[in-house]
């Protein structure tokens, strides 16, 4: 007699309704629904959205498990109806763990995102917070601080990446902010097959349509301006893919989908994380006034008899990194990271899990988990003076995600908030319109895969000399 097969030990899910399974939980901000039931059920929770399983892991051992001891299984991605409907997947954030990813992956570091190509845009950034504080200056009154970061992080991309700023820059800024919004939101009929139709009475197909057409538009524009100028000034990220394309090597083909797949990948993982780490942190400091004292004073103290910090200065700011280290800890701006899906059946935490479901971990939640962080909801930065946690290895702290899938941009982003924050506290005090109290700042948070504020950072800057 063949025993019996032993049955798979799967993890904890909460109860499910016919059909929709656990889809009714999860709505808007669902880092925090799914926190809150991740309490009741464990740090491997496993739900379903429809016919579709879902493990959410939030706890550091889990996240541990997922991105290193089992990363190869985990590195792929979801599939996902509003990536496939821009440049089918073909860029990197949502193509398929595989060679063509692997390809698209190399490229981008080495010719955009390496530590050496980042120093290589200083003088870009230099350019970029000297014309931001100049804007500030000039401002007679209240200052959406939102925009100008959100403009900020969009002009550094844009130069870097197309060698220029394009006046109908803020056109596709608008696009990608719908990209964000309906990346974030939920097309039912992924999860639920015979619910596929709602996406085309809610408007969310002809939005995805519609943003789809217009990206193609502006980046087909910027392709072509690049094509019919070879040769000249210094070579931006556009001229490069181009020039790989002409010279392909080793059977990789980069078609002119691809490109523009890339293209569009910088702006849509770049831009808007960038400008929401900025928002939080500045929003923080109004906060918190004797961290904003002591940032002051360590900036000044760095700076001397200058009126500026400058990129050189930065290694020395240690107080600096520690504060939007902090913010990350607070408000990653992707709380969930980008989702997962498992290649094989594996072994989490002695749970069974199969091969083909969705995995999202709640980096959120693990920042703010009791059991690893002492006075977890509140701001102190100095937590990460004097300790080795940093953006790589540690699982507690995964802002950037880790893994061969984790961010490749960091260095980038952080090189833009490091410098445009310190010359921006060192420049300037702010109080908030009104007379309101900087302690009273609202920290509501928006919709959308990014979690930027709910409503714009304003405030009034004052000048310091
Ligand atoms: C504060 C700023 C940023 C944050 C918080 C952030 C965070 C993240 C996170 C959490 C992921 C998913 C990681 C995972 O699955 O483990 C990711 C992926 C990615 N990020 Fe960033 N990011 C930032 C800036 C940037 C910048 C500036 C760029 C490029 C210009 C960039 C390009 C990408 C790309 C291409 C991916 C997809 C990687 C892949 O799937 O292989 N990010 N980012």
Not at 63 to 79: C, E, G, M, V, W
Not at 261 to 285: C, K, R
Not at 297 to 315: P, V
Request: with cysteine.
């Amino acid at each position: 007699i063949t025993p019996p097969k032993p049955s798979k030990n799967l993890p904890p899910s909460p109860q499910k309704l016919p059909i929709i399974g656990n889809l009714h939980q999860i709505g808007p901000s669902p880092h925090r629904k799914i926190s809150y039931l991740a309490r009741k059920h464990g740090p491997l929770m496993l739900l379903h959205l429809g016919k579709v399983p879902l493990l959410v892991a939030s706890s550091a051992d889990a996240a541990r498990d997922i991105l290193k001891t089992h990363d190869q299984i985990f590195s792929n991605r979801p599939n996902s109806s509003v990536a496939n409907a821009i440049y089918d997947c073909k860029d990197i954030a949502f193509s398929a763990y595989g060679d063509y990813w692997r390809q698209m992956r190399s490229i981008c570091v080495n010719h955009l995102l390496s530590s050496k190509k980042v120093q290589s845009f200083r003088d870009v950034r230099e350019e970029e917070v000297f014309l931001m504080m100049e804007r500030i200056r000039e401002a007679k009154s209240v200052v959406n601080l939102s925009e100008l970061f959100a403009n900020f992080a969009n002009d550094v991309i844009c130069r870097v990446a197309l060698g220029r700023k394009y006046e109908d820059g803020g056109k596709f800024k608008k696009v990608l902010e719908e990209l964000g919004v309906l990346l974030g939101s939920f097309d039912v009929g992924e999860f639920v097959p015979w619910l596929y139709w709602i996406k085309f009475v809610n408007g969310m197909s002809g939005r995805v349509r519609g943003v789809a057409r217009n990206i193609d538009e502006f980046l087909e524009c910027v392709v072509r301006e690049h094509i019919g100028q070879k040769g000249e000034g210094e070579k931006d990220f556009v001229d490069v893919l181009l020039e790989l394309q002409r010279n392909e090597r080793g059977g990789f083909v980069l078609d002119d989908t691809s490109i523009k797949a890339l293209i569009l990948d910088m702006f849509a993982a770049g831009s808007d994380t960038t400008f929401t780490l900025m928002e939080w942190t500045l929003s923080e400091l109004i906060r918190h006034k004797k961290v904003m004292a002591k940032l002051k004073a360590e900036l000044k103290r760095i700076a001397g008899c200058n009126s500026t910090i400058a990129e050189a200065d930065l290694d020395k700011c240690q107080y600096l990194k520690a504060v939007i280290k902090e913010t990350l800890r607070l408000h990653p701006p992707l709380p969930l990271l980008v989702p997962r899906e498992s290649t094989h059946d594996a072994k989490l935490l002695g749970y069974d899990i199969a091969a083909r479901t969705r995995v999202v971990i709640n980096a959120w939640a693990i920042g703010r988990d009791p059991l690893l962080w002492e006075d977890a909801e509140e701001f102190i930065p100095e937590r990460f003076l004097n300790t080795c946690i940093d953006f790589k290895g540690q699982f507690q702290f995964l802002p950037f995600g880790a893994g061969r899938r984790g961010c490749p941009g960091a260095a980038f982003a952080l090189g833009a908030v490091e410098l445009l924050l310190s010359n921006l506290v060192l420049g300037f005090e702010f109080a908030l319109p009104g007379g309101e109290r900087g302690e009273d700042l609202d920290m509501v948070e928006g919709d959308g895969l990014t979690i930027h504020r709910k409503f714009p950072l304003c405030a009034v800057p004052i000048c310091e000399s």
